[in-house]
């Protein structure tokens, strides 16, 4: 099983920055692809930003060039560098790692961190 936690989440201003952090942990040992997801209270969970294992990023075009995902999947490790937010970036924000095992994809997610922008 693989466990992951996140960090960073809070309240900011528009404007303003945050910085989330996600540590997998666990059965870590061929991970595909990590990324960070988010859900706004009555809405679906939509992808924010992904980067695999040969760190190859992908963004939705809403946070292109306002948000930076880094990452190192050696060492589990997955950030979310968030830059000049917009109350529309309020949402709960989910970190998701892939990882094969036995020739099979298996997805995990951590528990979810809350991202408040104000106006």
């Known amino acids: 099983q693989v466990q992951l936690v996140e960090s960073g989440g809070g309240l900011v201003q528009a404007g303003g920055s945050l910085r989330l952090s996600c540590a997998a942990s666990?059965?870590?040992?061929?991970?595909?692809?990590m990324g960070w997801y988010r859900q706004a209270p009555g809405k679906q969970r939509e992808l924010v930003a992904t980067?695999?294992?040969?760190?190859?990023?992908n963004y939705r075009d809403t946070v292109k060039g306002r948000f930076t995902i880094s990452g190192d999947s050696a060492k589990a490790t997955v950030y979310l560098q968030m830059h000049n937010m917009k109350p529309e970036d309020t949402a709960v924000y989910y970190c998701?790692?892939?990882?094969w095992g036995r020739g099979v994809l298996h997805s995990y997610w951590g528990q979810g961190t809350q991202v408040t922008v104000s106006s």
């Open positions: 998701n790692v892939d990882q």
């Open positions: 980067i695999s294992s040969d760190g190859h990023t």
């Open positions: 666990g059965s870590i040992f061929d991970i595909a692809q």
